[in-house]
T-cell receptor
């Protein structure tokens, strides 16, 4: 069965520092991959998605993610974190051809130190 | 603006009462979804609908019911049979093409059962 693992439940970084959030998936076929961000008490906002092609995808708010098939990973990165990036981040894998049956990871809560 | 509207944002109900959460979208999406989110956890699929007048159970459908009488609307009823209904509920929608669909989320509804 498909699964998504986000190994880091909490991460704290200083403002201006670089960020990498890890995501590993288990899925038998080529996956569709997504990163969403959730501010407290709010819905999920799509940051970026990977369907095929270039394995480095750019998203909103200066985020990017790299699909590495050999490592079954889709890590999210940002070169310089802003205080407004503090939120919870969810990685998800689409597990059907249409890409709209999602399995979510447990989330990583990002805190930003001034 | 196009989007997904959930109401109410906050809802309190007594144990044993049924409650209905509203979800409306004006994105012209064929597919709609309901997810449940518990604190510190990822999202779990309750029900989804790919077309009007049709819907399927997700991973945790017990104690919930839905209807899809209009393309724009997908209300969720939390029944008294749901053993632990207090949670954050997220409605979502997507197009229903054969591939590469992306799910978009509403702002969520908090349900507290006392």
């Amino acid at each position: 069965a498909q699964s998504v693992t986000q190994p880091d439940i909490h991460i704290t970084v200083s403002e201006g520092a670089s960020l990498e959030l890890r995501c590993n998936y288990s899925y038998g076929a080529t996956p569709y991959l997504f990163w969403y961000v959730q501010s407290p008490g709010q819905g999920l906002q799509l940051l970026l998605k990977y369907f095929s092609g270039d394995t480095l995808v750019q998203g909103i708010k200066g985020f990017e993610a790299e699909f590495k098939r050999s490592q079954s990973s889709f890590n999210l990165r940002k070169p310089s974190v802003h205080w407004s990036d503090a939120a919870e981040y969810f990685c998800a894998v689409g597990t059907n051809n249409a890409g709209n049956m999602l399995t979510f990871g447990g989330g990583t809560r990002l805190m930003v130190k001034p | 603006d196009g989007g997904i509207t959930q109401s109410p944002k906050y809802l309190f109900r007594k144990e044993g009462q049924n409650v209905t959460l509203s979800c409306e979208q004006n994105l012209n999406h064929d597919a709609m979804y309901w997810y449940r989110q518990d604190p510190g956890q990822g999202l779990r699929l309750i029900y989804y609908s790919q077309i009007v007048n049709d819907f399927q159970k997700g991973d945790i459908a017990e104690g919930y019911s839905v209807s899809r009488e209009k393309k724009e609307s997908f209300p969720l009823t939390v029944t008294s049979a749901q053993k632990n209904p207090t949670a954050f509920y997220l409605c979502a929608s997507s197009s229903q093409g054969k591939t590469r669909n992306t799910i978009y989320f509403g702002e969520g509804s908090w349900l507290t059962v006392v």
